[in-house]
């Protein structure tokens, strides 16, 4: 009884957008695994797609063989999605659902394109490397005691997984795809003045609506502003060598 009831409050103490993806990630390779689903169903194909199976564009974000790599990709998800959706997009459940369909609309596009049949892995390594860039200083410990800054942590992921037989084509398009989320939205209209590119639609508001009192869209974390002489307010402390297990 008591370990239901642990397990429930871990569940209902997920947030509410890392828990939809996570249990999309967990149930949608099982189905597999189990043989209720062929596997052949899941992955992008130019060929299928055309044929207006377009789940592939969802299944080929969620799919991926069940194996140790796809317990590893399970933490990495719940852990740096959680730390995302409570951190930075704080109260903001929109911007934050906003960011993930962008990044998956690009991995679908250059999956497509580039002939790459499952792009789970991407979504993951794109949110992971967003909240990395926003706490570029802080410290992440590693297995075996290994001690990065979060800023090359996405890196040292990135060869620990091609070590291990992961596609590194996939990982290094999550980087990329999450590099150009993070600059169009943070790093160009913040550090070089430049326009805001990505604006959430009025609908996903609508749809996940947040604390009014959040800060907006594109506003650096409490340190950067800090930093750059800003007003001075105190908020989180990104990056400031929290060490993070």
């Not at 291990?164 to 990982?171: A, H």
Request: net charge positive; glycine share 8%; aromatic share 22%.
């Amino acid at each position: 009884m008591d370990m239901q009831n642990d397990i429930s409050s871990w569940i209902s103490g997920i947030p509410k957008i890392t828990k939809w993806w996570f249990f999309s990630f967990f149930f949608v390779p099982l189905t597999t695994r189990l043989n209720v689903l062929d596997p052949y169903i899941m992955i992008l194909t130019v060929k299928a797609i055309s044929n207006f199976q377009v789940w592939r564009l969802v299944t080929g974000l969620l799919w991926y063989p069940v194996n140790f790599r796809w317990l590893m990709m399970l933490y990495f998800l719940y852990n740096y999605s959680t730390r995302l959706e409570t951190g930075y997009f704080n109260g903001r459940p929109a911007d934050y659902v906003f960011m993930l369909l962008f990044n998956a609309v690009c991995m679908d596009i250059v999956g497509i394109i580039m002939g790459f049949y499952v792009v789970s892995t991407a979504l993951i390594f794109s949110v992971l490397y967003v909240w990395c860039q926003i706490n570029q200083e802080a410290i992440v410990t590693f297995w075996f005691g290994l001690q990065v800054k979060a800023i090359y942590f996405p890196w040292v992921l990135f060869f620990f997984f091609f070590i291990l037989g992961d596609s590194w084509q996939t990982m290094l398009l999550g980087i990329l795809v999450g590099h150009l989320y993070f600059f169009l939205t943070m790093k160009y209209p913040q550090e070089f003045g430049g326009r805001h590119f990505l604006t959430t639609p009025q609908f996903l508001y609508n749809l996940f609506p947040g604390d009014q009192r959040a800060s907006g869209f594109g506003v650096p974390p409490a340190s950067r502003r800090t930093e750059r002489g800003g007003d001075g307010m105190r908020g989180h402390d990104w990056g400031r060598g929290q060490r993070l297990d």
